[in-house]
């Protein structure tokens, strides 16, 4: 069984770029979460996806964006590049959580830095 | 904004002492997660607590959900260097989706 994968480790960008951040969910989950942690934080929940449509969302602007795929790997994208978006973005997959608690497994996150 | 406040911040121990880390909000929630995160890697789950009042151990490790459902601890026995890590709860309600709120952490490290 894989576990959680995300691409790439680690990125360096400059203001007003664009990144995009890849994550493959663990075999058998079809929901993927995206959490932005910065330094020396707690993650902080940017969006859900289950089935490809989203399925919450947490205080980001819209300039955070998302994707999930049919075989339920996902994308975080984020545009116009601010330097307070340095951070560790983490994915997490499970099966469906909705109103019910289940298990997250998280991947080893990008740390992306903004110059 | 349900807000998750974690005690202490940071914690340097010996090994073989013991050490308690609080996580307390003003918010009930209906369940709360304990996880492990080591330098490099994302968090790892240590527990689920759901009702309160329950206590739960994981061999040196025993975790306590407040009666009221608003504050959690952590208790580690004879702490090893192994137990290193940032320490993480994190709450979320009922209702809609599974949206967890992330305290801040309480960093470990424990001194051979």
């Known amino acids: 069984e894989t576990g959680v994968t995300q691409s790439p480790t680690h990125l360096i960008k400059t203001r007003g770029q664009q990144v995009t951040l890849r994550c493959s969910s663990q075999?058998?989950?079809?929901?993927v979460s995206w959490y932005q942690q910065a330094l020396g934080q707690g993650p902080q929940f940017i969006f859900q996806y289950y089935r490809e449509e989203e399925n919450g969302r947490g205080n980001f602007p819209p300039r955070f964006s998302g994707l999930q795929f049919p075989n339920y790997s996902s994308e975080l994208n984020v545009n116009a590049l601010e330097l307070d978006d340095s951070a560790l973005y983490l994915c997490?997959?499970?099966?469906?959580?909705?109103?019910?608690?289940?298990?997250?497994?998280f991947g080893p996150g990008t740390r992306l830095l903004v110059l | 904004t349900q807000l998750l406040e974690q005690s202490p911040q940071f914690l340097s121990i010996q090994e073989g002492e013991n050490l308690t880390v609080y996580c307390n909000s003003s918010?009930?929630?209906?369940?709360l997660q304990w996880y492990r995160q080591e330098p490099g890697e994302g968090p790892v789950l240590l527990v689920t607590?759901?009702?309160?009042?329950e206590v739960k151990k994981l061999k040196r490790l025993t975790f306590q959900f407040g009666d009221a459902r608003k504050d959690s601890s952590l208790h580690i026995t004879a702490a090893q260097p192994g137990d290193t890590g940032l320490y993480l709860c994190a709450g979320a309600s009922s209702g809609g989706s599974y949206i967890p709120t992330f305290g801040r952490g309480t960093s470990l490290i424990v001194h051979p």
């Open positions: 607590v759901v009702t309160g009042g």
């Open positions: 997490a997959s499970s099966p469906y959580l909705g109103r019910t608690q289940e298990t997250q497994y």
């Open positions: 918010s009930v929630f209906s369940s």
């Open positions: 075999s058998g989950h079809n929901t």
